[in-house]
């Protein structure tokens, strides 16, 4: 019976991952026999779409958090860890850096460009962790670490 439900708990996680992505490439699926056991974090690619949205919303909570003139946005994803726990949990290193957008003039981070002036520029290593519960559309930051 535990045996099922761990298999059954696992299909499901890798289904909930797969849905928020919206591909196959999030999931992770242990081998057979592996150590790694369920709820336990997971290191991901950093590259992966599902890191790189939750790492977006880790630079919203910050951008909407700072005082600074000009929005944040990430510059990279140095490390990526995701635990399914009621959603997925990701935990993510990752280094933003100040665009040339003003906070009230723009909301679109995709068309903001970094800084070029020297005195401006600034560079930030964070660390988020960033919930999400996808069957719920629901996100949330409880941890988002810049210095």
Not at 46 to 51: E, I, L
Not at 64 to 91: C, H, P, T, W
Request: aromatic share 12%; glycine share 6%.
């Amino acid at each position: 019976m535990a045996l099922k439900f761990t298999c059954t708990f696992a299909a499901l996680g890798c289904l909930a991952l797969w849905g928020f992505t919206g591909t196959s490439d999030a999931t992770y699926v242990p081998p057979p026999h592996s150590t790694t056991k369920p709820g336990f974090p997971v290191p991901m690619d950093t590259d992966n779409p599902g890191v790189r949205k939750a790492a977006r919303f880790g630079v919203y909570r910050y951008n909407n958090s700072s005082n600074d003139l000009f929005l944040f946005k990430e510059s990279q994803i140095n490390k990526a860890m995701v635990q399914l726990v009621r959603g997925l949990k990701y935990m993510l290193h990752v280094e933003i850096g100040r665009t040339m957008c003003k906070k009230r003039e723009h909301s679109n981070l995709d068309s903001c460009h970094f800084q070029k002036k020297k005195n401006l520029q600034q560079i930030l290593k964070c660390y988020f962790e960033v919930w999400i519960t996808p069957w719920l559309h629901k996100v949330h930051v409880p941890i988002a670490l810049c210095r």
